[in-house]
């Protein structure tokens, strides 16, 4: 079993902070996407990468990939109330997929 | 809308009786996966099919099945459900072919087995 890691598991701040969510793994992967997931929802595709040392950018959403393409993180720069959820990171290899254990952000108004 | 429905969403039930979480898609994809969600364990992927007649085994596929008679549907069946089966459960498609490719999720089915 491929397993992702990420960390932290959760992670509450004040609107207007930081911060970074790391996802790691044992295995390479072909690509590594990122979700975000609500209460009640099903995940919602994020971003995708898909060459060692890619970084794209969404607004305030930085994701990096990384050189080994075993890792990856998120940062999020001026955090807000609506980045509240669940972030999920998946590593594809195949046509099989293994979602990272989840981090879930809390961002206090 | 394009869209992965699922039904029921919620759904209580009893040790061993025999449940079908069905699964649909408007969007005409060939590929279609079921997802167990449990707390500090994320998403764990139980079975997929890359088209109509063709399915495989994900990584904890043990107690539950599938079929894939139709492009857009893939129910997943619980012939003998266990508690340790409750849990809760996506369905979710994709376009064939590079795993980059975006995955569309259902929203949900809570399933509790007593």
């Known amino acids: 079993t491929q397993l992702l890691e990420q960390s932290p598991q959760f992670l509450s701040i004040q609107e207007g902070e930081n911060l970074t969510v790391y996802c790691n793994s044992s295995s390479v992967f072909s690509s590594l996407q990122w979700y975000r997931q609500e209460p009640g929802e099903g995940p919602v595709l994020l971003v995708t990468v898909v060459t060692g040392g890619e970084v794209k950018k969404l607004k305030r959403l930085t994701f990096q990939f990384g050189d080994a393409r075993k890792d990856s993180s998120l940062h999020i720069t001026a955090a807000q109330p609506g980045d509240t959820g669940l972030y999920l990171c998946a590593g594809g290899t195949g046509n099989q997929f293994y979602f990272g254990t989840g981090t879930s952000l809390t961002v206090i108004p | ?114």
């Not at chain 2, 005409?28 to 167990?36: D, G, I, K, T, V």
């Not at chain 2, 107690?63 to 069946?77: D, T």
């Not at chain 2, 498609?93 to 995955?103: H, I």
């Open chain 2, 1 to 114: 809308e394009a869209q992965v429905t699922q039904n029921p969403r919620y759904l209580i039930t009893v040790t061993g009786k025999k449940l079908t979480v069905t699964c649909s898609q408007n969007m005409n994809h060939e590929y279609m996966s079921w997802y167990r969600q449990d707390p500090g364990l994320g998403l764990r992927q139980i079975y997929y099919s890359m088209n109509v007649e063709v399915t495989d085994k994900g990584d904890v596929p043990e107690g539950y099945k599938v079929s894939r008679k139709e492009k857009r549907n893939f129910p997943l069946i619980l012939e003998s459900p266990s508690p340790n089966q409750t849990s809760l459960y996506f369905c979710a498609s994709k376009r064939p072919g590079l795993a980059l490719n975006e995955q569309f999720f259902g929203p949900g089915t809570r399933l509790t087995v007593l």
